[in-house]
């Protein structure tokens, strides 16, 4: 299960089968973006692509020579401007691929449409998802429900991509669901509605033990997402933002034209794809080991006294062209990354987080907090996240003392969208809502654990926590995941522990999970975990959703 490499392998055949020769390619806004996650653009035009258009562009030269390659989403105006274009056609021979199922009277239109004969195939490849990692996707759904119930268009795409993400795998899973939600149960239902009409589709050769999607809340579990982050692609996203795996550095000073916008994918980046998982301070150094090779063979092609040397320096050049911009992004981003952490004072801020989310007394933290609150180098965001913290861990505290905090942060200038969203925090993933106890506060033999790990200390203070979905992934690789709380939709239950398990997010996924699945793969022998969400969250993307999930006046526990 990898769906890098099944979006790579559907673009493959799509620019292959058209057989040789100039080709130009069609897509839409949002199949740009699933092609570009997982295929360059020099990939492509290897592929003899020469020409890159948009469905929605006015104007385009017809140039009856080329072959042309359509990959759109099966939208409305997407067949409708295909139709247009069909009608007067620009070039010899249309190949068209949707990146869902289609309807039939969608293709019946086009077959009206095509006067001139010139589309040769119509194909279904099931590419409708951005693939992030091998085992990581997002649908790009921001904001999916609002006053706690699914948007009808969120709720649609949700289940185009996540059908999309089970096709292209080729995978008919029994569906498990969070019970305590009524989004999840929703999903799951119209889930199970697609399989079952889709039936001829999801045919799939069947295995000894059925692989399992499991559909669970953000709301279970907000301080994932509100956390600081210390391994490489969190930290990244969680300082800098990564759209679609292009991080923006233009507001980087003394900025160069180049690295102003940056690419960070593991499938063109072997010191992304080898670092991504580690902590910070591994990185400075293999940073500083990359920079020591780069200077090795940059003394070497300085050295060019023959014509073998000149060959050489010409065969080695785009290698080492390529070498030298990735050293140049990479020092960039940890240099941005190091400024930031000191000019905000994330170590203390990030530790103070911890506490809170792990281990800690409540009159010291609520100390900590204040004091951190005050600081000018706190920011607006870091101080709204200690808050939101406080309020979820202490929220049924007898010293719960939120209303200082408050009125430091309103002293402190933060703005009022900021310092509302506390309370939207705890309508959205309070204590009334969740069935786990995700602070360990309630079941003794939970609190024994968190006080002796507190005694002997962790190896990193600033990755104690663990996000409550790598627990969920191990009790159901185990078989100890209670139905009660996550029960089987409909009849299908599995009686062997899973060994494929695709996990869903509504409400987003953190790269936080991310890390914590890849763990599991790596130590979890014959068990393979994907982990999806609707989007992928960093604190003031997960702020900006829960704001506009969360209706004042409902109530937390409605959906």
């Known amino acids: 299960m990898d769906v890098v490499q099944a979006i790579r392998l559907y673009i493959s055949r799509m620019l292959e089968e058209c057989g040789p020769g100039m080709k130009v390619l069609i897509m839409d806004k949002e199949t740009i973006t699933i092609v570009s996650m997982v ?23 017809a140039l009856k020579h080329l072959k042309c390659i359509c990959f759109l989403r099966p939208t409305r105006e ?86 999309s993400v089970l096709l292209s795998l080729k995978k008919c899973p029994v569906i498990r669901y969070q019970n305590s939600s009524e989004v999840c149960k929703r999903l799951a239902e119209s889930m199970r509605q697609v399989i079952s009409k889709e039936a001829a589709l999801f045919d799939f050769r069947r295995t000894d033990i059925a692989p399992v999607l499991l559909i669970v809340d953000r709301r279970e579990d907000a301080v994932s997402a509100l956390l600081n982050q210390w391994t490489y692609q969190a930290m990244v996203h969680e300082l800098l933002g990564i759209n679609n795996n292009r991080v923006d550095l233009s507001g980087v000073s ?13 499938e063109q980046d072997e010191f992304y794809a080898n670092n991504m998982y580690l902590n910070f301070g591994e990185i400075a150094n293999n940073i500083k080991a990359l920079m ?8 070497k092609q300085q050295k060019v006294e023959s014509i073998a040397d000149m060959k050489a320096f010409i065969e080695n050049y785009p290698q080492f062209k390529r070498m030298s911009s990735n050293v140049a992004k990479h020092v960039t981003v940890v240099g941005e990354l190091s400024r930031l952490v000191a000019t905000h004072d994330l170590m203390n801020v990030s530790e ?38 406080y309020a979820l861990r202490y929220e ?51 609190s024994a654990k968190r006080f002796f790990k507190g005694l002997k200390g962790v190896e990193n203070v600033y990755a104690q926590h663990q996000p409550l979905l790598r627990s969920l992934v191990e009790q159901l690789v185990r078989g100890k995941l209670r139905e009660g709380a996550y029960p089987y939709l409909g009849n299908s239950q599995l009686r062997e522990r899973p060994q494929e398990v695709i996990v869903f997010v509504v409400g987003g996924v953190t790269y936080e999970e991310a890390a914590a699945v890849h763990q599991v793969n790596q130590t979890s022998a014959g068990v393979r975990v994907l982990v999806g969400g609707s989007s992928i969250h960093n604190c003031r993307s997960f702020l900006e959703e829960v704001r506009k999930t969360v209706s004042r006046g409902s109530s937390p526990r409605s959906s």
């Not at 247009?84 to 068209?96: N, S, V």
């Open 39 to 61: 295929y360059s653009q020099s990939e492509v035009l290897q592929k003899e692509v020469f020409l890159f258009e948009r469905i929605d562009s006015r104007s385009r030269e």
């Open 254 to 266: 003394g900025i160069s034209s180049e690295l102003k916008e940056v690419v960070m994918s593991a």
């Open 292 to 299: 020591e090779e780069f200077q090795t063979k940059s003394q």
């Open 352 to 389: 103070t987080e911890q506490q809170l989310a792990c281990q800690g007394d409540h009159s010291d933290l609520l100390q900590k907090i204040k004091r951190l609150v005050a600081s000018e180098k706190t920011s607006d965001v870091d101080a709204t996240r200690l808050v939101c913290l």
């Open 78 to 163: 997407n067949v409708e401007a295909l139709s247009q274009e069909l009608k007067d056609p620009c070039y010899g021979a249309y190949f068209i691929y949707f990146s869902n199922v289609i309807e039939k009277s969608d293709v019946k239109a086009l077959a009206e449409a095509d006067d001139q004969e010139v589309v040769r195939e119509v194909q279904e490849f099931f590419g409708d998802y951005m693939a992030i990692n091998p085992h990581v996707f997002s649908l790009n759904v921001t904001c999916c429900c609002e006053n706690l119930t699914w948007l009808p268009k969120a709720l649609k795409r949700t289940v185009q991509g996540l059908a």
């Open 396 to 446: 049924r505290h007898s010293g719960n003392d939120l209303s200082s905090l408050l009125e430091a942060m309103t002293r402190k200038g933060v703005p009022e969208s900021l310092r509302k969203t506390v309370k939207c925090v705890l309508d959205y993933g309070g204590a009334s809502f969740r069935q786990t106890d995700l602070f360990e506060n309630q079941n003794p033999v939970a």
